[in-house]
C-alpha cells in the first residue's frame, strides 16, 4: 500500500523557518496537500495541490516538491504555529495521509 | 458558511455497526464541485481516510475497510451517513466529515472543509 513518511518531530525557534518533509513513491506524480491540527481541534487545510493557499491562510505557510518529496515551509514561525502536521495525497483514487509531523516552537 | 455537523452513538458494542451521520448546512451534498468522506483518527494517532461519495452518488473506499463499510447520500437531507460493520476495540476514534474540494475539475481534491468530529469508543 501506498505511504507518505514524514519525521515525527520538528523544533523551530520563534521566528525562524521550519520545513517539513513528506516523502512518497512516485509523489512527484501527484497532487500533495498539507493540514494543520491544534490540540482537540479538527484539521485545518492550509496548502492544496503543491503550492496554493486557501483563502485566510497566513503567507508565512508555503509549499513546495523536490523530486518525490513534498515541502512545507513555515516562514517565521509563531507560537500559534505549534501544532501535529499532516501532508496528505490520492494514490488511485484512495487517500493516504502522511505519518504526521509535530511541531514545537521552543 | 457550509458547516459540517457529525453525529451519532458514542459508544458502539463489539461486532455491531457502527452508524453516523453528517449534516451539511448553508450548503448542498450535491454540488459537482465537491466528494464528501469520512475520516477517523484513533486517540493519539494519526488521520486514516475512510472513503467517499461523489455528488453522483459513486463512492470508494479505504481497501483495509472495504468490506466493512459503506457511505451514503440522503439529498433530501442533505446529509451523508456512514455504516462500520463488525467493529473491534480498533475502530475506536474520532470520526470526521470532510469536503473534498474538486478543484479544476481534479477530483476528489484537498479536504477543504472537517466537521468537529464524533467520538466514538467500541467496549462492551
Known amino acids: 500500500s501506498y505511504e507518505l513518511i514524514q519525521p515525527p518531530s520538528v523544533s523551530v525557534s520563534p521566528g525562524q523557518t521550519a520545513n517539513i518533509t513528506c516523502s512518497g513513491r512516485?509523489?512527484?506524480?501527484?497532487?500533495a496537500c498539507w493540514y494543520q491540527q491544534k490540540p482537540g481541534q479538527s484539521p485545518v487545510l492550509v496548502i492544496y495541490?503543491?503550492?496554493k493557499r486557501p483563502s485566510g491562510i497566513p503567507e508565512r505557510f508555503s509549499g513546495s516538491k523536490s523530486g518525490s518529496t513534498a515541502i512545507l515551509t513555515i516562514s517565521g514561525t509563531q507560537a500559534m504555529d505549534e501544532a501535529d502536521y499532516y501532508c496528505q495525497a490520492w494514490d488511485r483514487s484512495t487517500a493516504v495521509f502522511g505519518t504526521g509531523t509535530k511541531v514545537t516552537v521552543l | 458558511q457550509v458547516q459540517l455537523q457529525g453525529s451519532g452513538p458514542g459508544l458502539v458494542k463489539p461486532s455491531e455497526t457502527l452508524s453516523l451521520t453528517c449534516t451539511v448546512s448553508s450548503g448542498s451534498v450535491s454540488s459537482d464541485t465537491y466528494y464528501w468522506s469520512w475520516v477517523r483518527q484513533p486517540p493519539g494517532k494519526g488521520l486514516e481516510w475512510i472513503g467517499y461519495i461523489s455528488y453522483s452518488g459513486g463512492s470508494n473506499y479505504n481497501p483495509s475497510l472495504m468490506s466493512r463499510v459503506t457511505i451514503s447520500v440522503d439529498t433530501s437531507k442533505n446529509q451523508l451517513s456512514l455504516r462500520l460493520s463488525s467493529v473491534t476495540a480498533a475502530d475506536t476514534a474520532l470520526y470526521y466529515c470532510?469536503?473534498?474540494?474538486?478543484?479544476?475539475?481534479?477530483?476528489?481534491?484537498?479536504?477543504?472543509?472537517w466537521g468537529q468530529g464524533t467520538m466514538v469508543t467500541v467496549s462492551s
Open positions: 495541490q503543491d503550492n
Open positions: 470532510a469536503r473534498n474540494h474538486c478543484i479544476g475539475g481534479s477530483c476528489p481534491g484537498a479536504f477543504d472543509l
Open positions: 512516485k509523489l512527484r506524480e501527484k497532487y
